[in-house]
């Protein structure tokens, strides 16, 4: 016994101190990796002897350097899951050419809208789009401007330019240059719910700063203009002359659904049991779509 402890004595290199059988040491434990080097394993500390007298040193395994740790499997129900996270609520919706505007127009709405509209032409330029408008236009409800009116127009000519058919839904408010694509969507296919409110405004000139005077003449030529072209489009859909929509937008022009139909803004007013858009696809057509199996029949 004496002699095998004396081998485990020699073999295990102590910095700094000796051992002596059966008392208090501590050292610090080395051994040879794959390659030949020698590595610290790691100190440890030993208060007296083992029951067979031979020295006791931890069970550890050498770290090798670049190794993967082992995948272990939790078990449960991870391995039912889908390969791929599920998409979002508004994935969902544009795959089903729902488009939703529920914000300010402002350069992130627009650019994101025109991007969906596109993309729904190019799945199948002959099924309809249905836009969905809850907005205050390019100003929040106070009334400060928040984007340019050109934000409006480019959503305006993305509809006309795509081939589809673009049904609009108002849904909670549509104020000012939103009024205006709600009254864009394709002749009979306007809609407005019981409860939506739909408001006409002129144009907001947004806040000068320190900007010199010929700027700000600059600047109001070219909310002129856009005045303009927001009335040549109104009048375009609605019916209504030009004239009659500058004096009714000399002030906030309210307008709840039937006084919308009235008006040309749009053409229905969805109840219950009518329909604005088609058949929703069922859960298990999701499914196959998705390439997902059920587990159980």
């Not at 095998?4 to 004595?9: F, I, R, S, T």
């Not at 434990?29 to 500390?45: E, K, L, M, P, Y």
């Not at 858009?277 to 779509?289: L, M, N, P, R, Y």
């Amino acid at each position: 016994m004496a002699q095998a402890w004396e081998k485990k004595h020699v073999a295990w290199k102590r910095r700094g101190r000796t051992c002596e059988k059966n008392k208090t040491w501590k050292g610090r434990a080395r051994t040879n990796d794959h390659a030949g080097r020698r590595s610290d394993v790691g100190w440890f500390h030993v208060e007296g002897k083992h029951d067979d007298g031979e020295l006791w040193i931890p069970n550890q395994q050498p770290v090798v350097a670049g190794a993967a740790p082992a995948q272990v499997s939790t078990g449960g129900g991870d391995e039912h899951r889908a390969r791929t996270p599920p998409p979002d609520l508004p994935s969902l919706l544009l795959d089903s050419r729902i488009v939703y505007i529920g914000m300010p127009l402002v350069p992130a709405v627009t650019e994101l809208v025109v991007a969906e509209l596109l993309y729904l032409q190019s799945k199948d330029a002959n099924k309809p789009v249905y836009l969905y408008i809850n907005s205050s236009g390019c100003s929040r409800q106070d009334g400060e401007t928040v984007g340019f009116e050109t934000e409006a127009t480019a959503i305006y000519d993305t509809m006309k330019y795509i081939k589809n058919p673009v049904h609009t839904v108002g849904v909670g408010i549509a104020i000012g240059q939103a009024c205006m694509l709600l009254a864009a969507g394709s002749k009979g296919n306007r809609y407005m719910l019981p409860h939506a409110t739909a408001m006409l405004h002129q144009p907001r000139v947004p806040p000068s700063g320190q900007r010199q005077a010929v700027e700000i003449e600059i600047k109001w030529k070219e909310v002129l203009a856009q005045k303009q072209v927001y009335l040549d489009i109104l009048s375009e859909h609605t019916g209504q002359t030009v004239q009659k929509l500058e004096r009714d937008m000399s002030r906030p022009f309210y307008m709840q659904p039937k006084d919308a139909v009235a008006y040309g803004v749009v053409d229905h007013v969805l109840t219950e049991g009518k329909r604005a858009i088609d058949t929703v696809k069922k859960a298990d057509e999701w499914d196959k779509e998705a390439g997902l199996r059920p587990v159980y029949q």
